[in-house]
Nanobody
Framework: QVQLMESGGGLVQAGGSLRLSCAAS????????VDWYRQAPGKERELVAH???????NYADSVKGRFTISRDNAKNTVSLQMNSLKPEDTGVYYC?????WGQGTQVTVSS
């Protein structure tokens, strides 16, 4: 069974940067689109970024121009580069592919 593992979360001041990574136990990324979601306390999980098999990307309006999703099929990883972080970016970030979810990684942005 394929497993996803997120990493790279942490505590950062507003304006700072973090880079999240999602690794898969199998070669699943190259054959599927991949998403990053986040869930803030008391809120529903929301889609943050999406990357297709061909490398096309889409972003939530709230993160456009600040976040960049990328994939490395050879390494079975998908990354989310987050710049100019804001306190409202705080939450648990999840990697998602074909119904499979990782355990999430906490991102906390202090003001």
């Amino acid at each position: 069974q394929v497993q996803l593992m997120e990493s790279g979360g942490g505590l950062v001041q507003a304006g700072g940067s973090l880079r999240l990574s999602c690794a898969a136990s199998g070669s699943i990324f190259r054959f599927n689109n991949v998403d990053w979601y986040r869930q803030a306390p008391g809120k529903e999980r929301e889609l943050v970024a999406h990357i297709t098999i061909g490398g096309n990307t889409n972003y939530a309006d709230s993160v456009k121009g600040r976040f960049t999703i990328s994939r490395d099929n050879a390494k079975n990883t998908v990354s989310l580069q987050m710049n100019s972080l804001k306190p409202e970016d705080t939450g648990v970030y999840y990697c998602h592919i074909v119904g499979i979810w990782g355990q999430g990684t906490q991102v906390t942005v202090s003001s």
